[in-house]
């Protein structure tokens, strides 16, 4: 058994994420100048408008910095998925990923303009701040290449680098988080209500809202600070200066040396700099609210008699949609279900309707529509893999209106359930969002952006024309809700807050709601009656629902712009030439570290290197390790393709486990050709299949050489796993849900094996909330081998291997020597009760923080036994308090201080040191 537990520390926050894309899709590239796009063949428009942006953006980014990146910058566009987001990174070379999907007006995300043109903004500008280095690190990295021990950017904290990148993407695009509302509201209200974190608190993982997304809310507000304040030129010096030397020891010197007074100090004039929300309007009779445990509540949706349905979700468990009595209080739970986008009733059926994403097929993550049947508490999936979203149900009929994304571009439609087919009405546009139907269902409002923006609210006929659109000059508009059928209301977002406006179709006539009580909502939804708006809002502690008469509200007149239609354009021919995706330019190794490994109970020292193309269709590693204590070398290769239904494997590996309590060890030398089948995979649960082929021989020797043992075991694999257990953001283990493993080998008379042998193993791991936020965790591993040895299996160890194709399910009985217990059979029981103690949340190196602190209680016992001799019952208790260290904000290691007692034949006192999870 090999541990990997240190290569670099940044590679764990910097290598990219086996993120699998769809396999049947055709790739093509364009390329000009440092820029080359790769792309799905379909997606070709948004390609060519990508290259328009990230040459736009690179040129401004390079006049701003003063610097280029070395090489090329490879852009993907993913068009699999229905969330928006991106990535960058400059491991193993300059990647940036962006997906197509167009965020909602309501999101932080969203765009008045160009979506595209934002996210390569933010992305390309962690390109050029990750670049950033003195020359004598760019001089290095022509020898090591992308070692990340030669790029202190990436040793920034990670508030830091992602502060500069939503700066960057509101400087150099025409949108950016802090051009927009929800950045300046949720900063003014962390400073209203006393709940502004220190510095020191967003290096890591913070658990208080808005958890991971303090980082760039926090980073972007001070890097604007710092910039209004002292010049936007100091931030590049600040940037020459904290990446000038190899090891960054504080955060706090270069910010001194660069704008004259400590880190603490600026902060602190950021924090006073903010304007705090207007609070000296009368507000009585205010708000009433109507949540207040914070974090996220989101799509207020009435219910009637005075009942109200809201999303929630916190960094703890699930989402879940919850029923709340308005007027007593009480809540209940009605289902749990992740990344919901809309919630809306239908109080003929009874029912809720709602669109939220999911897997399909396996690669694809599409949003589809759900209903909920509020009396027999039934949660139904209505679609499957349509990308259909903000559902609207239809009087007196089974369809639903909708929204539905194809080929880039977002349909108003109609779904019928039953035929699971749905019809298009309208012609495509860059964004549509939040339906709303009139109360005599002969008019649809929708929240519609056309190309190049921004949002307005477009009124369609029910078949779908498109009877006008009503805009704002340098403003969004979203969210519409009819009062009657002339009226409805929608939500006009400004440059620092929003307000509610509405629109009387008879006169064309538009007024807002000059009511600073109703200043900076969020989301919002009228009451049957139309006397309340329920609206969210944000706090210090999350964004919250209030409820507000609309008696005696005041009306201004407003200035609108409203259209009949809007221009279409039709889709041209390519204006550009493509050609078909090159990934073995990429290939050749760009990078090499030092590694430690462990092997048995010694430590083995290394090198690594290996390479990748663009999409991770194609990779590879090479390791090589030396043992102090068994002085042999050890060798590993390993290459995955990952272009089609099951991701494919070759592995060969040379390898010593050396045991220092029986002063033996283990030569493993192993081909193996393995396949790895995903079956089902939903956000819920996870189902795979493995078969492998494999040729491995094992040597068991003593430390003088003097005795030999060789074993041929040479056969093919096959195993199942399932895994429902889940790892929320705030959690310090996984905290629900289980995972089961069975798999079993047979090694055929032969192929080199001296007899033939098989055998079969199992694995079963279950967590289960107990008095929460602790977590009670067990886990029951059993197997059996014939004819395989008397020492195929070895008990002992720190660690349980988990996964498919390992074949060592007993290493983890603490307070044992591992390798201590041999056997052809056994079984192994591990119970552990993970209780959190406090969250420290502390930087202790500007990339490293000390997170959070927990005790977990255990007792392990086992036994292992053959045809010649049964050991008898080993077990042991003990206790470790586990440190979780975070890198950058973005990756994590728990560090666990042991004691053990081992009982049985072999009685001491274990004194250990751990990294990563036990199980």
């Not at 021919?573 to 570290?593: E, G, K, N, Q």
Request: hydrophobic share 40%; glycine share 8%.
């Amino acid at each position: 058994m090999k541990i990997k537990f240190f290569t670099i520390l940044w590679l764990a926050c910097l290598t990219l994420a086996a993120a699998k894309y769809p396999p049947n899709l055709q790739w093509r590239e364009i390329n000009r100048g440092a820029i080359t796009i790769i792309f799905p063949a379909e997606c070709w428009q948004q390609a060519e408008t990508a290259l328009a942006g990230a040459e736009s953006a690179y040129e401004k980014l390079a006049a701003f910095w003063h610097e280029q990146p070395r090489g090329r910058i490879r852009i993907v566009l993913d068009d699999s998925t229905d969330e928006a987001n991106g990535f960058a990174t400059f491991f193993p070379f300059n990647l940036v990923g962006a997906s197509l999907s167009e965020p909602p007006p309501d999101s932080q995300l969203a765009a008045n303009h160009s979506w595209l043109d934002l996210v390569l903004a933010h992305e390309l500008t962690h390109i050029f701040n990750l670049n950033s280095a003195a020359k004598p690190f760019l001089m290095l990295r022509r020898v090591f290449g992308s070692q990340p021990a030669l790029y202190p950017a990436a040793q920034l904290p990670p508030w830091v680098i992602e502060g500069l990148g939503v700066y960057g993407e509101s400087r150099f695009s025409e949108d950016g988080r802090l051009n927009h509302p929800p950045y300046a509201l949720m900063l003014a209200a962390a400073r209203r209500d006393s709940l502004f974190p220190d510095w020191r608190r967003l290096g890591g993982l913070p658990a208080a809202w808005p958890g991971p997304s303090a980082k760039y809310l926090f980073g972007a507000g001070f890097m604007q600070f710092l910039a209004d304040q002292y010049g936007a030129a100091s931030l590049r010096q600040y940037l020459s200066r904290a990446t000038s030397r190899l090891v960054l020891l504080s955060g706090s010197r270069d910010f001194k040396k660069t704008f004259g007074a400590p880190l603490g100090t600026l902060w602190e004039e950021y924090r006073n700099h903010i304007p705090a929300l207007d609070e000296t309007a009368p507000l009585a009779p205010g708000p009433e609210p109507l949540t207040s445990e914070g974090f996220s509540h989101q799509y207020p949706c009435p219910l009637g008699n005075d009942k109200l349905a809201y999303y929630h979700r916190d960094y703890r468990n699930r989402g879940t949609v919850e029923m709340l009595d308005v007027n007593s209080g009480q809540e209940m739970t009605l289902f749990k279900l992740d990344e919901v986008n809309s919630l809306r009733f239908a109080k003929k059926e009874n029912r809720i309707y709602l669109s939220a994403s999911e897997y399909f097929h396996n690669f694809n993550d599409f949003s589809d529509l759900y209903e909920f049947d509020i009396q027999k508490r039934h949660l139904k999936r209505l679609s499957r893999g349509q990308r259909l979203s903000q559902p609207v149900k239809k009087e007196n009929s089974n369809e639903i209106f909708c929204v539905q994304r194809r080929n880039g571009r977002f349909f108003l439609a109609i779904f019928d359930p039953d035929k699971q087919k749905t019809k298009t009405l309208s012609h495509g546009f860059a964004g549509l969002s939040q339906l709303s139907l009139s109360p005599d269902q002969s008019l649809l409002a929708a929240s519609v952006k056309p190309e190049g923006g921004p949002w307005g609210i477009g009124v369609f006929t029910s078949s779908g024309d498109l009877l006008k659109f009503i805009s704002a000059k340098g403003s969004d508009c979203r969210q519409p809700r009819w009062l009657d059928n002339q009226n409805f209301y929608f939500i006009r977002s400004e440059a620092l807050t929003t307000r509610l406006a509405g629109f009387s179709l008879a006169p064309g006539a538009s007024f807002f709601l000059d009511d600073p009580r109703l200043s900076g909502l969020q989301q919002f939804a009228l009451s049957a009656d139309g006397k309340w708006v329920y609206f969210t809002y944000f706090s210090g502690r999350g964004q919250e629902i209030s409820k507000l008469s609309m008696a005696i509200l005041p009306l201004s007149a407003m200035e609108m712009t409203v259209l009949s239609g809007i221009s279409e354009f039709p889709p041209a021919a390519p204006s550009i030439p493509s050609r078909p995706y090159r990934f073995w330019r990429d290939l050749l190794p760009r990078w090499w570290s030092p590694a430690l490994m462990q092997g048995g109970d010694e430590i083995q020292a290394g090198i690594i290197t290996g390479g990748q193309d663009a999409l991770a269709i194609h990779s590879y590693s090479l390791e090589g390790y030396y043992g102090f204590s068994s002085r042999r070398a050890n060798f590993l290769f390993r290459y995955v393709y990952d272009g089609l239904f099951p991701t494919l494997s070759f592995t060969y590996s040379d390898g010593i486990d050396y045991y220092r309590g029986s002063r033996s060890m283990e030569r493993s030398q192993e081909l193996k050709l393995a396949s790895h089948w995903p079956l089902r995979v939903r956000k819920r649960s996870q189902l795979f299949a493995y078969a492998d082929l494999h040729q491995e021989r094992r040597s068991y020797i003593d430390e003088d050489n003097t005795f030999i043992y060789p074993g041929s075991f040479n056969g093919f694999r096959l195993g199942l796993s399932f895994n429902s257990a889940r790892d929320y953001y705030d959690s310090v283990s996984p905290t629900d849900g289980a995972r089961f493993t069975a798999q079993g080998f047979i090694h055929p008379e032969g192929l080199g094996n001296q007899w033939a042998s098989r055998g079969l193993q199992l694995d079963l791991r279950h967590y289960i909330p107990f008095l929460r936020p602790g977590v009670l965790a067990w886990r029951l591993s059993a197997a059996r081998s014939w004819d395989a040895g008397n020492r195929y299996y070895a008990m002992g160890g720190l660690t349980a291997e988990s996964g498919l194709g390992n074949s060592h399910p007993f290493t983890l009985l603490r307070g044992l020597d591992a390798g201590y217990y041999r056997g052809d059979r056994g079984w192994q029981f591990n119970l552990e009760y993970r209780v959190p103690l406090f969250n420290i949340e502390k930087a202790v190196l500007p990339a490293v923080s000390l997170d959070r602190l927990w005790l977990a209680p255990f007792f392990d016992m086992g036994r292992l036994a053959s045809d010649y001799y049964s050991h008898p019952v080993a077990y042991s208790i003990g206790g470790e308090a586990v440190l979780r260290l975070a890198f950058g904000g973005a990756a994590y290691t728990d560090l666990a201080f042991g004691v053990a007692h081992g009982f049985g034949p072999q009685k001491q006192w274990w004194l250990y040191l751990r990294t990563g999870r036990s199980f």
